[in-house]
């Protein structure tokens, strides 16, 4: 705000002494305003009215004729009025000085008078400045804080003037910043800071008339917080609904706050709140939100420069629980189902539920719920065949929802599972019994002699000829077949039949048995092995 003292324009006279002829004449003083009417006194006795007065200065008479008041229009700039004063119209640069009168008053009594004549100006024209700074519509100058600021003050004063420059803050008190009698006077102030927000007034006193002129002027130092703003989110009762904030406090005077969306590379954005605040909050529900989209706060204010711009933002993504899926446990023991979810922004919250109902689970004495970080644990106690069955792991947060499924199997229990192990072993060793006899009986026409079950290094070479007869009678013996000389010895059992009427022919039979024999003999190499 600007304030200027305004000039008072007056006129100061002292009283004149008057002497008598033989006694020296006593000085005194007058101070005008330049171009201002002034009147200087020599005899102040207004029931004596002097017949002659005459005024000189510099040895010049400057006395005139006698002023017609009716006339005020063509009197010269100086002249004596009828009570002996001398008169200015007005004064100018020069009129100054000493100025002798002498009156000749009734009784030839000669009184004498000498007046001090001082002529001053200003203060005038004055002007103060304030750089660097930038000026409001109000008048108001505003600096950025860290500036070095110069302060200028410059007036008109005749013929001399004292000078000050003075700081009013937020205490309210004045503070001289800067003084000296001169025509101008200026100051600096480094690295300007807020205490320094306020008010200075520069005054200039004229020396000669002590009249005054004042200026001031308001200055405003405007700051940012160096860091960024701060962002959080707040989830609201309704899950797909999300309350966005950004605080930027320690800034004067208050930010230009704004919510928006980064679209592309383009630098565009779509705005969906903006105000002048160090504080701003808005509402955004699943129908604005989408994976992978940006919100940003963006704090603007003077004291940045363009493209300086400070903000913090969000990079939104979709809840994504993980866990194992596929779980089983024990009759009657405790079962653990582990789901973790970190991924989410905003944060997701994450439930557990049972059965294709959805049925969320509440903590109690059966289940015991458990969060470590982004680690989501569901605890079942007395597992029963009961609770075999689908669980999910919902995590939800307003760009969408996501389930992990956990499918639990329950086995019997450990006091049944004995019995069980023992009735198959016993079902195993009646099977195995029961197919060896099959075995055993299907190979019932083998006749093992000597050993045939042996190793295979055993010398079994004996065969055994057994011979039908009718009359179950043989005359001769049969003949013994020579031992085999392979390392794998077979016993050949072969039976022949004699019928009755062949018995009588021994010759023939004999030599028919040799030929047999020799045929074997032929044929012993195909035989099977065991």
Request: hydrophobic residues 40%; aromatic residues 8%.
């Amino acid at each position: 705000m600007m304030t200027t003292t305004v000039r008072l324009l007056g006129l100061f006279v002292c009283a004149t002494v008057l002497v008598r002829a033989d006694e020296s004449a006593t000085t005194t003083s007058v101070t005008a305003w330049l171009r201002d009417a002034v009147r200087l006194p020599c005899y102040v006795d207004g029931h004596v009215t002097p017949s002659q007065t005459a005024w000189w200065k510099d040895g010049q008479d400057v006395s005139v004729d006698v002023l017609d008041s009716a006339a005020a229009d063509v009197r010269p700039r100086v002249g004596l009025l009828e009570d002996g004063s001398l008169d200015f119209r007005w004064v100018r640069e020069g009129d100054e000085g000493d100025y002798l009168c002498s009156a000749q008053l009734p009784g030839n009594v000669t009184w004498r008078a000498r007046v001090l004549l001082k002529v001053a100006s200003g203060p005038a024209n004055l002007s103060v400045s304030i750089n660097p700074a930038t000026v409001l519509s109000n008048g108001t100058l505003v600096t950025y804080r860290g500036s070095t600021v110069s302060f200028h003050c410059v007036a008109d004063s005749y013929p001399s003037q004292q000078m000050n420059w003075t700081f009013r803050g937020a205490a309210d008190e004045n503070h001289l910043m800067a003084s000296a009698q001169a025509p101008w006077l200026d100051f600096r102030i480094k690295d300007v800071q807020p205490a320094a927000q306020g008010v200075y007034s520069c005054s200039a006193n004229n020396t000669v008339s002590h009249h005054a002129a004042n200026k001031s002027a308001e200055l405003l130092v405007y700051y940012v917080p160096d860091r960024h703003p701060e962002c959080t989110w707040v989830q609201s009762q309704d899950p797909t609904e999300v309350h966005f904030s950004c605080s930027w406090e320690g800034s004067y005077p208050a930010p230009t706050l704004q919510w928006a969306e980064e679209q592309g590379d383009q630098g565009t954005r779509r705005v969906f709140a903006s105000e002048v605040t160090d504080g701003l909050t808005v509402a955004l529900n699943r129908s604005l939100l989408f994976g992978g989209q940006t919100i940003k706060c963006l704090a603007q204010h003077l004291a940045l420069a363009p493209g300086q711009e400070r903000s913090c933002s969000f990079l939104l993504k979709p809840p994504y629980p993980e866990g194992e899926p596929l779980a089983s446990a024990q009759e009657g023991s405790n079962v653990t189902l582990t789901c973790t979810e970190s991924t989410s922004a905003p944060p997701a919250k994450t439930t557990w539920r049972r059965g294709r109902e959805h049925v969320e689970i509440v903590a109690g004495a059966k289940y015991f719920l458990s969060v470590d970080g982004p680690t989501y644990r569901l605890t079942i106690a007395n597992v029963s065949k009961d609770d075999e069955g689908v669980y999910f792991c919902r995590s939800e947060n307003p760009l969408a929802v996501f389930e992990l499924e956990v499918y639990l199997t329950v086995r019997a229990s450990l006091a049944y599972t004995g019995a069980v192990i023992g009735v198959f072993i016993a079902a195993l060793i009646v099977a195995s019994a029961i197919v060896v006899a099959k075995v055993v009986y299907s190979n019932r026409h083998r006749v093992c002699l000597g050993g045939a079950f042996g190793r295979p290094g055993d010398n079994v070479g004996d065969v055994l000829s057994l011979v039908e007869s009718d009359d179950e009678l043989f005359n001769a013996p049969a003949p013994r077949l020579p031992p085999l000389t392979p390392a794998n010895q077979t016993t050949m059992v072969q039976i022949h039949h004699i019928p009755s009427g062949e018995q009588e022919d021994t010759g023939t039979t004999a030599q028919t048995q040799e030929e047999d024999q020799e045929k074997l003999r032929e044929e012993l190499p195909d035989l099977v092995t065991f």
